[in-house]
Structure formats: structure tokens, C-alpha cells
């Protein structure tokens, strides 16, 4: 027998060896879990920063939407819609100073199409649907790109944060529409403006 061939302290090394072994190899996998676990929330805590930022950035777009319109109606001074114009493009320059999922990052060129639209605004040439649609397309398409429902575990309670995140974003932009809407419909008088617009709130997904 292997036991009896060995010496006191062989046998009492292997008699303590052994069950150490048992414990590693029953400790591996959990191991494994946290670290994987850990990760996850390492992903998920980058993902909120990201759709933090993309947030603000967001928001800014809306601000500058409704100071467009109401330019167009005499109700903004060209200063004040230039300094938000240059607020979004100085955020978006910190932005792609950051590392951002590429989608983002793609998203992100959406704002340089808006620079034709701000040259007509500033002259007084462009229509408000023109305003409305280019605003709307540029900030749906930053939120799209997050992806957040797809980037998180919707089974731990961080997941199911990220994805309210994701309902909030989208219902914010949709207020912002709303808001910049009721601006048009105050100003010229005619609740039916609001129906020559794509919908302002968001579809449910």
C-alpha cells in the first residue's frame, strides 16, 4: 500500500495534499465565476459611463433643436444658438478623445451633418421640419448606438438598470421633440402644426 511505504511526514504531506487538492479544484470554477462576474461589472460600469456622456451630449442636441427653432421664429438671439452650437461640437471633440465602442464613435460623425442645417438656420433659410427631422435622426442615432439592452446581463439587477437607462434616453428625447413642438404650435397658433412632424416619442421596443 502507497501510505505504508512512506515515511510519517510523507504520509502526513499526502493526507494533507490531498484534500487541498479536492479544495482548488472545487475552488476553480467559483473563481472563475468572480472573475467573470467582476468583468461584467467592469463592462457594465464602462457602458454607464459611456451612455453617460452620450446622454449629455444628447441633451445638449435637443437644447440646440429648440434654440434652432426658435431662431427661426425671433424668439433667439444668433448668439446664443452659436454658443450651443459650439457647446455640442466641443463635447463632441471630448468625446472622440475617449475610448468609445465603435458605433459610437460612428454615431458621432451624425453631428457633422447638422453643419449645412446650422448655416441655413443662422441665415433664416431653413424650415422647421428640416429642424425636427436632422436633430431627431442625429440623436436617435447616438442612443441606437449604445446598444444597451444588448451590452448588459439582464438577469442581475445592474442589467435591468441599464436597460431603465435605455427606456430614459429615449423617453427624454422624446420630450425634447414634444418641447421644441409646443414652442412651434405657441408661436404660430395652430395646434395641427404638431401633425406635419414625425412622431416626437419614442416607439416602444
Given at each position: 500500500?502507497?501510505?505504508?511505504?512512506?515515511?510519517?511526514?510523507?504520509?502526513?504531506?499526502?493526507?494533507?495534499?490531498?484534500?487541498?487538492?479536492?479544495?482548488?479544484?472545487?475552488?476553480?470554477?467559483?473563481?472563475?465565476?468572480?472573475?467573470?462576474?467582476?468583468?461584467?461589472?467592469?463592462?457594465?460600469?464602462?457602458?454607464?459611463?459611456?451612455?453617460?456622456?452620450?446622454?449629455?451630449?444628447v441633451?445638449?442636441?435637443?437644447?440646440e433643436?429648440?434654440?434652432?427653432?426658435?431662431?427661426?421664429?425671433?424668439?433667439?438671439?444668433?448668439?446664443?444658438?452659436?454658443?450651443?452650437?459650439?457647446?455640442?461640437?466641443?463635447?463632441?471633440?471630448?468625446?472622440?478623445?475617449?475610448?468609445?465602442?465603435?458605433?459610437?464613435?460612428?454615431?458621432?460623425?451624425?453631428?457633422?451633418?447638422?453643419?449645412d442645417?446650422?448655416?441655413?438656420?443662422?441665415?433664416?433659410?431653413?424650415?422647421?421640419?428640416?429642424?425636427?427631422?436632422?436633430?431627431?435622426a442625429?440623436?436617435m442615432?447616438?442612443?441606437?448606438?449604445?446598444?444597451?439592452?444588448?451590452?448588459?446581463?439582464?438577469?442581475?439587477?445592474?442589467?435591468?438598470?441599464?436597460?431603465?437607462?435605455?427606456?430614459?434616453?429615449?423617453?427624454?428625447?422624446?420630450l425634447?421633440?414634444?418641447?421644441?413642438?409646443?414652442?412651434?404650435?405657441?408661436?404660430?397658433?395652430?395646434?395641427?402644426?404638431?401633425?406635419?412632424?414625425?412622431?416626437?416619442?419614442?416607439?416602444?421596443?
Amino acid at each position: 500500500m502507497l501510505l505504508g511505504r512512506l515515511r510519517i511526514r510523507g504520509r502526513l504531506a499526502l493526507l494533507v495534499i490531498i484534500p487541498l487538492l479536492s479544495m482548488v479544484g472545487l475552488a476553480v470554477p467559483v473563481v472563475l465565476d468572480r472573475v467573470a462576474a467582476a468583468q461584467r461589472a467592469a463592462d457594465t460600469a464602462d457602458t454607464v459611463r459611456v451612455a453617460s456622456r452620450i446622454g449629455s451630449l444628447v441633451q445638449d442636441l435637443q437644447q440646440e433643436r429648440l434654440l434652432s427653432v426658435g431662431s427661426l421664429l425671433g424668439r433667439v438671439t444668433r448668439t446664443e444658438l452659436i454658443q450651443k452650437s459650439a457647446t455640442v461640437d466641443d463635447r463632441v471633440a471630448d468625446l472622440r478623445a475617449e475610448s468609445l465602442p465603435a458605433p459610437v464613435r460612428a454615431a458621432l460623425d451624425g453631428v457633422r451633418t447638422l453643419a449645412d442645417l446650422r448655416t441655413a438656420v443662422l441665415a433664416g433659410k431653413a424650415a422647421p421640419d428640416e429642424i425636427m427631422t436632422a436633430f431627431r435622426a442625429v440623436d436617435m442615432a447616438l442612443i441606437e448606438a449604445l446598444r444597451l439592452p444588448f451590452q448588459v446581463d439582464t438577469g442581475t439587477s445592474a442589467g435591468r438598470q441599464v436597460l431603465a437607462l435605455d427606456a430614459l434616453l429615449r423617453a427624454d428625447e422624446g420630450l425634447g421633440a414634444c418641447a421644441t413642438l409646443i414652442v412651434l404650435v405657441k408661436a404660430t397658433g395652430d395646434p395641427k402644426v404638431a401633425g406635419s412632424y414625425p412622431p416626437a416619442w419614442p416607439r416602444s421596443r
